[in-house]
């Protein structure tokens, strides 16, 4: 007979709901700091509200279903031990309930799978996965402790393997019982063998204390999730349906001629909590403190200052210290860190909780340049070269139209010329660069496309605005955009994926209306169509290089990887993808730091050797002109080409270039 009162039950559920107050309250202590940030939450387009913002699809993949987890197989499979476990477990208590009104819950075959062998394994699933990440964190791994260690974990690690062993203690005792029948709780059964022979009396004393420790473990576990780093439980899947829909990194735009708030000055960027949008603060709460970031940031692997995973910690000790209006935090982090930043948008990538830590570096760094004008002196030159000159390569011996010299090169013209073919800063003023689009003329001729160029050559802004110099990029883009209007163009093609990201994900916010294609994305269209034939060579052994601002900003691995499939045989790095690792160039760092115990570009390079292939293939000029400087180490055999060399090479009749 049981030992467990209707009273017992009655306690317990309203011990329960005292759990389940704190687990408001401590939701909305949370929800206090959060709205210490800017209303609404920031993003292309301007400030939008929490609705409008909603991402049903990252709350589904992201925060309930854990889909970046899978990314590290074995803690994948732990998480998902605990998760579904604690799924099945849920639903069995709920349906439990049930019994109290009449429903046979324990009869049938529901009983049996359900009741008895569901919530078996679930526990003895949610008990494994616990394990391992307790295990894991008592092993101390770098990841785990460099850069802060957030505390709790542990404890509540602990309390939850607790509750798990209480529970089936009880189920034992209980199953010792004669008069108790159960086929699936077969680990109960096992452990009740042990208890045979027991008096009636000791059976059901030991059963009520078991039951009541695994009920106020439980209760206890419940009570604190959201005073813990367990919180993240809860915060993860809020901070998931708040996640763009766009990959990679968004800028939040600035209004210029906004007034400040009555009684403060103009302030761009953010040097202090209450400077960032609310977004930022959640992510700060629902930061896992899990080093992730870390393993995949290209500045913290080669050595250098930056820290994506120290940043956030920083910034979420600052927040429960509730120092919202302290200007420190941006010398806290410290200038030499933030323009680390590659804003390769790893970081972004492989958050689990949906984090954007690089987003709020380039906060700060927009706080460095625009209100104190502190950027790195190599850097800063560079921006002031692209205010001056027009481009931002500061003692480049070539001229704009040395890259056509001696070629017939069409000029768009309105209404008659269906591409513009935009040349950029790099392609213009970089020699090798400029291979690049002597290449692309070869194959838009071939194929026959519609194209023409600009008189001058132009910079989309893109190295202003990832320096921090927003105003200086609006100026640019500003006067791009109008330039464009006037000569009525709708299409544009682009060999940078810098330009490409520049015009595709931020023009459009100032007013621009035309469609952007990345210039790899068109030849594998030409390919697919017909329009373009090519001469593949099988013994030709090709690696690439995904830039960052194709593959993880704007998700285009495919495409370059196809046309590349039509010339030559394809080996893969083992970091590739939207899991490519970065070159080194982006956030202005082709002009900036050059700090670290080595260069990102020459990890990469190695990288592409180990595959033993004998040619490098990437889709941007940045890309090219870093991983060059890199390949140049090694030998006088050039190692390194654009999708679009390598193509042009393989067109019927191509006198060999390489």
């Known amino acids: 007979m049981s030992a467990i009162s209707a009273l017992d039950y009655t306690i317990l559920a309203l011990l329960l709901g005292a759990a389940l107050t704190s687990v408001f309250l401590g939701l909305k202590r949370r929800a206090a700091l959060i709205a210490a940030g800017k209303g609404g939450v920031s993003g292309a387009g301007g400030p939008a509200g929490w609705r409008e913002r909603l991402n049903l699809r990252a709350f589904a993949e992201r925060g309930l279903l854990t889909s970046r987890l899978k990314k590290r197989p074995i803690a994948g499979l732990a998480h998902g031990l605990m998760f579904g476990g604690a799924l099945v477990a849920i639903f069995g208590h709920a349906a439990f309930v049930l019994s109290f009104v009449g429903v046979p819950v324990y009869q049938g075959r529901f009983g049996f799978v359900v009741m008895e062998l569901g919530r078996e394994l679930a526990g003895i699933l949610m008990f494994a996965g616990v394990a391992f990440f307790l295990v894991r964190r008592l092993a101390r791994l770098q990841r785990l402790t460099a850069g802060g260690e957030r505390k709790g974990f542990v404890v509540m690690e602990l309390l939850f393997l607790a509750t798990i062993a209480a529970g089936f203690t009880a189920e034992a005792f209980r199953l010792a019982d004669p008069a108790s029948a159960s086929r699936g709780e077969f680990l109960g059964l096992a452990l009740s063998g042990g208890l045979q022979g027991l008096d009636g009396g000791l059976l059901a004393g030991g059963g009520h204390l078991a039951w009541w420790l695994h009920g106020l473990l439980g209760i206890a576990f419940i009570g604190l999730i959201a005073h813990t780093p367990l919180s993240h439980m809860l915060l993860a899947p809020a901070n998931a349906a708040l996640a763009r829909p766009r990959s990679g990194i968004t800028l939040a735009p600035i209004d210029f001629d906004a007034d400040p708030p009555e009684g403060e000055e103009i302030s761009f960027g953010a040097a202090k909590l209450a400077d960032l949008d609310r977004k930022k603060l959640l992510d700060f709460s629902a930061c896992l403190w899990c080093g992730r970031c870390q393993e995949v940031c290209p500045a913290a692997q080669t050595g250098k200052a930056l820290s994506p995973k120290k940043v956030m910690t920083t910034c ?9 209006d302290d200007p420190g935090l941006i010398d806290a982090i410290g ?4 323009f680390d930043c590659t804003t390769c948008a790893a970081c972004v990538e492989e958050c689990p909780t949906s984090n954007s830590p690089a987003e ?4 700060f760094r927009r706080h460095f340049v625009m209100d104190r004008s502190e950027m790195p002196d190599t850097l800063a030159l560079a921006n002031r070269n692209l205010e001056s000159r027009g481009h931002p390569f500061v003692g480049t011996a070539a001229n704009p139209d040395d890259w056509r010299k001696g070629l017939d090169v069409p000029f768009f013209e309105p209404g008659r010329t269906e591409y513009l073919l935009w040349i950029g800063c790099s392609v213009a003023y970089e020699a090798r660069a400029q291979e690049v689009a002597r290449a692309m003329l ?3 001729d071939a194929a026959g496309v519609s194209y023409g160029i600009l008189e001058e050559s132009r910079c989309t802004g893109d190295p202003a605005k990832m320096a921090g110099d927003e105003m200086q990029f609006v100026e640019i883009a500003q006067a791009n955009i109008e330039d464009f209007r006037e000569r009525r163009i709708q299409k544009v093609i682009t ?7 520049s015009f595709d994900r931020y023009y459009p916010e100032l007013g621009a209306d035309w469609q952007t294609i990345p210039h790899s994305v068109l030849i594998d269209r030409l390919i697919a169509e017909g329009r373009l034939q090519v001469v593949r060579d099988d013994a030709e052994k090709i690696t690439f290089h995904d830039p960052c601002y194709l593959a993880r900003h704007n998700d285009i691995v495919a495409e370059p990887r196809r046309a590349l499939a039509a010339v030559g045989q394809l080996i893969e790095m083992p970091r590739n993808r939207k899991e490519s690792f970065c070159c080194g160039a982006g956030g202005g760092n082709y002009w900036g730091g050059k700090g670290g115990t080595v260069r990102i570009n020459d990890v990469r390079m190695q990288e592409a050797i180990d595959t033993g292939a004998a040619k490098v293939a990437t889709s941007c000029s940045f890309c090219l002109l870093m991983l060059t400087s890199s390949a140049s180490k090694h030998g006088e ?22």
């Open 495 to 501: 060999m940078c994926a810098h330009c490409f990201n």
């Open 442 to 444: 070869r194959i838009l």
């Open 360 to 363: 709020t570096i380039l906060e």
């Open 316 to 324: 979420a000790t600052w927040l429960e210290d509730k120092r919202f």
């Open 335 to 338: 200038l030499e860190a933030v």
């Open 637 to 658: 055999a050039r190692w390194v080409f654009d999708v679009a060399e390598l193509v042009a090479s393989a067109l019927p009749g191509a006198a060999e270039t390489t």
